[in-house]
């Protein structure tokens, strides 16, 4: 009954479950769910087609496959492609692998050197709209030598041969998942006797417009070990896949056997509310085998990770309300062993406990400290925000000005670019606000300007690096001119959600957003849509939702100053 079953290259770095519900006749099956398609609405798909359209006016011997809809006709090409030899093969499409339960394909096939029988051999090329690498942090321990892991070329020279080390950059763990994908296409590749010889590797490109060439042969991801003395050890992207995915063929040949007999396996994984959640067709179905006190249900901020959830439920505690009733002393000696591939788990588990004591008593908000909590004033009160697009430019200066010496009504001013910005276009727009900010500071009256985390001068100091003086003053002003409200809120108060601004302004100060989802991720795809919707009504109403999103956020941070200054 399991032997057609296949798995895509998204099934190894997806939840479990889903794979389980897929295949369980039990469970009631719900549309077809296509997991590139959030990236897709986030501008993915035209990323995708610029980085290959780039590629395809580089290399010379390119076929372009895209225009080919039949899997068994693109297949057919893809084979006589490699067999002439052909240098890049955009929407290349192995054969299934139906030994392995592997289907799909990369974005592109790019030659590397021969196979050890002399034929053309191919590495896989992905794409992702996001940034796939970050500054290197020296005390991180799961990077490999210098300049080893990470090798960068230039879209005009995507080859292996072109790649440089860069010694300064990392590859940045959120971007685990892309790896897993290049995995299985590599493995696929193998399977269909296409795989470059010599060391297996990946060409990935991101939103900087570079391929990164990644060796999915090293080992340098930090993974969970019950046999490490540390808890935890470094593999592959390579090992790291192969275990995730035997694993999920595990529990879909289980699946495939529950038909809501007597005689039915239990399933080998359990629902865990996880991010991945938000936006999974299966999410209804695990939602009803969740208690609603669950401890993944519930602790939303700093959330225990899988392998801690899984943990304290073999420990017998699986809802807030156990944990609030355990000893957590006697707790830590039965689980900290369990969970040492997790930096601070012991502070992470004492932290949930406090949120968990907190949720049990219905308690959004603890007061920290008692007395006024001091917020620094000005005749000139401004808060400000700013939007950035998923390419990490800023787009949007939001500033919300109260004269408050002269009396009169705050006014919302903004300072906007509708277009995927560039770096000097983005610093362009940063210079227009900070030249208008700054001739309010030469007023002669004390102008203090009001934010929440420290994201806004950290984007201010990284624009400012490229030394344009009117950014150097804002830097400057900033030392003393600025005010991080997070950091008041920080030595106050304790929050059981966290101290987020959504958070403390609606369960603090009691501002309440107009939009009724209001977030920065979805102010991602609301300015994607305003820059790319084809209809130009829909991009002037992403438009003004976004415009209508910055403002709210301004005014709660004046509401919530409000409020802080109003403790006692």
């Given at each position: 009954?399991?032997?057609?079953?296949?798995?895509?290259?998204?099934?190894?770095?997806?939840?479990?479950?889903?794979?389980?519900?897929?295949?369980?006749?039990?469970?009631?099956?719900?549309?077809?769910?296509?997991?590139?398609?959030?990236?897709?609405?986030?501008?993915?798909?035209?990323?995708?087609?610029?980085?290959?359209?780039?590629?395809?006016?580089?290399?010379?011997?390119?076929?372009?496959?895209?225009?080919?809809?039949?899997?068994?006709?693109?297949?057919?090409?893809?084979?006589?492609?490699?067999?002439?030899?052909?240098?890049?093969?955009?929407?290349?499409?192995?054969?299934?692998?139906?030994?392995?339960?592997?289907?799909?394909?990369?974005?592109?096939?790019?030659?590397?050197?021969?196979?050890?029988?002399?034929?053309?051999?191919?590495?896989?090329?992905?794409?992702?709209?996001?940034?796939?690498?970050?500054?290197?942090?020296?005390?991180?321990?799961?990077?490999?030598?210098?300049?080893?892991?990470?090798?960068?070329?230039?879209?005009?020279?995507?080859?292996?041969?072109?790649?440089?080390?860069?010694?300064?950059?990392?590859?940045?763990?959120?971007?685990?998942?892309?790896?897993?994908?290049?995995?299985?296409?590599?493995?696929?590749?193998?399977?269909?006797?296409?795989?470059?010889?010599?060391?297996?590797?990946?060409?990935?490109?991101?939103?900087?417009?570079?391929?990164?060439?990644?060796?999915?042969?090293?080992?340098?991801?930090?993974?969970?070990?019950?046999?490490?003395?540390?808890?935890?050890?470094?593999?592959?992207?390579?090992?790291?896949?192969?275990?995730?995915?035997?694993?999920?063929?595990?529990?879909?040949?289980?699946?495939?056997?529950?038909?809501?007999?007597?005689?039915?396996?239990?399933?080998?994984?359990?629902?865990?509310?996880?991010?991945?959640?938000?936006?999974?067709?299966?999410?209804?179905?695990?939602?009803?085998?969740?208690d609603d006190d669950d401890l993944s249900l519930r602790i939303d901020k700093s959330p225990l990770d899988i392998r801690e959830i899984s943990a304290l439920r073999g420990l017998g505690v699986e809802t807030v309300h156990d944990?609030?009733?355990?000893?957590?002393?006697?707790?830590?000696?039965?689980?900290?062993?369990?969970?040492?591939?997790?930096?601070?788990?012991?502070?992470?588990?004492?932290?949930?406990?406090?949120?968990?004591?907190?949720?049990?008593?219905?308690?959004?908000?603890?007061?920290?400290?008692?007395?006024?909590?001091?917020?620094?004033?000005?005749?000139?009160?401004?808060?400000?925000?700013?939007?950035?697009?998923?390419?990490?430019?800023?787009?949007?200066?939001?500033?919300?000005?109260?004269?408050?010496?002269?009396?009169?009504?705050?006014?919302?001013?903004?300072?906007?670019?509708?277009?995927?910005?560039?770096?000097?276009?983005?610093?362009?727009?940063?210079?227009?606000?900070?030249?208008?900010?700054?001739?309010?500071?030469?007023?002669?009256?004390?102008?203090?300007?009001?934010?929440?985390?420290?994201?806004?001068?950290?984007?201010?100091?990284?624009?400012?690096?490229?030394?344009?003086?009117?950014?150097?003053?804002?830097?400057?002003?900033?030392?003393?001119?600025?005010?991080?409200?997070?950091?008041?809120?920080?030595?106050?108060?304790?929050?059981?959600?966290?101290?987020?601004?959504?958070?403390?302004?609606?369960?603090?100060?009691?501002?309440?957003?107009?939009?009724?989802?209001?977030?920065?991720?979805?102010?991602?795809?609301?300015?994607?849509?305003?820059?790319?919707?084809?209809?130009?009504?829909?991009?002037?109403?992403?438009?003004?939702?976004?415009?209508?999103?910055?403002?709210?956020?301004?005014?709660?941070?004046?509401?919530?100053?409000?409020?802080?200054?109003?403790?006692?």
């Amino acid at each position: 009954m399991s032997a057609g079953f296949l798995l895509d290259s998204y099934a190894a770095r997806s939840c479990a479950v889903k794979t389980h519900n897929r295949f369980d006749a039990t469970v009631p099956p719900q549309p077809a769910s296509d997991e590139s398609l959030p990236e897709v609405f986030a501008g993915g798909a035209e990323h995708a087609r610029q980085m290959l359209d780039a590629l395809a006016d580089a290399v010379p011997a390119t076929i372009d496959l895209r225009g080919i809809d039949s899997p068994t006709e693109r297949t057919a090409r893809t084979a006589d492609a490699i067999a002439l030899g052909l240098s890049l093969i955009i929407a290349g499409s192995p054969p299934v692998d139906g030994l392995g339960r592997r289907t799909g394909r990369p974005a592109a096939l790019l030659r590397g050197p021969n196979r050890a029988d002399g034929t053309a051999g191919y590495f896989p090329v992905l794409t992702r709209f996001g940034k796939l690498t970050e500054r290197r942090r020296q005390s991180r321990p799961s990077e490999a030598a210098e300049g080893a892991v990470i090798r960068i070329a230039a879209l005009t020279r995507p080859e292996f041969s072109a790649s440089r080390g860069d010694p300064e950059r990392s590859w940045r763990t959120r971007n685990e998942g892309l790896l897993l994908q290049a995995a299985h296409h590599w493995r696929m590749l193998q399977a269909a006797g296409w795989a470059a010889g010599g060391p297996p590797r990946a060409a990935l490109i991101g939103t900087d417009r570079r391929v990164t060439w990644i060796d999915l042969g090293q080992a340098f991801l930090r993974t969970y070990s019950a046999s490490s003395p540390t808890g935890w050890r470094l593999r592959s992207p390579l090992e790291r896949y192969d275990h995730e995915f035997r694993f999920r063929v595990k529990v879909a040949k289980v699946a495939l056997r529950r038909t809501g007999g007597p005689q039915d396996p239990a399933p080998l994984v359990r629902p865990i509310r996880i991010r991945e959640c938000d936006h999974c067709v299966w999410w209804e179905n695990c939602r009803g085998q969740l208690d609603d006190d669950d401890l993944s249900l519930r602790i939303d901020k700093s959330p225990l990770d899988i392998r801690e959830i899984s943990a304290l439920r073999g420990l017998g505690v699986e809802t807030v309300h156990d944990l609030v009733g355990a000893d957590l002393d006697r707790l830590k000696i039965d689980y900290l062993p369990l969970v040492r591939h997790r930096p601070g788990a012991e502070r992470r588990l004492e932290l949930a406990a406090r949120r968990a004591d907190l949720l049990a008593r219905d308690v959004a908000l603890e007061r920290l400290t008692s007395g006024p909590i001091e917020v620094p004033a000005a005749d000139v009160e401004i808060d400000l925000d700013i939007e950035t697009s998923r390419s990490e430019r800023v787009y949007l200066w939001g500033f919300r000005v109260h004269d408050v010496a002269a009396g009169s009504p705050p006014e919302f001013v903004e300072f906007s670019a509708w277009w995927e910005l560039d770096a000097r276009g983005e610093r362009a727009l940063a210079v227009r606000a900070i030249r208008w900010l700054r001739q309010l500071v030469a007023s002669g009256r004390t102008v203090r300007v009001y934010h929440y985390s420290d994201y806004e001068v950290v984007q201010l100091r990284r624009l400012a690096a490229a030394g344009d003086p009117e950014l150097a003053w804002a830097l400057e002003f900033a030392r003393e001119g600025f005010c991080d409200l997070y950091r008041v809120v920080a030595d106050h108060y304790f929050g059981a959600h966290g101290l987020g601004l959504k958070t403390v302004a609606t369960r603090g100060a009691g501002f309440t957003w107009r939009d009724e989802d209001p977030g920065g991720l979805n102010s991602l795809t609301w300015f994607d849509e305003a820059v790319h919707a084809v209809d130009p009504v829909e991009r002037a109403a992403a438009r003004a939702r976004v415009l209508a999103y910055n403002e709210d956020d301004v005014t709660a941070t004046w509401q919530l100053r409000r409020w802080l200054r109003e403790q006692q």
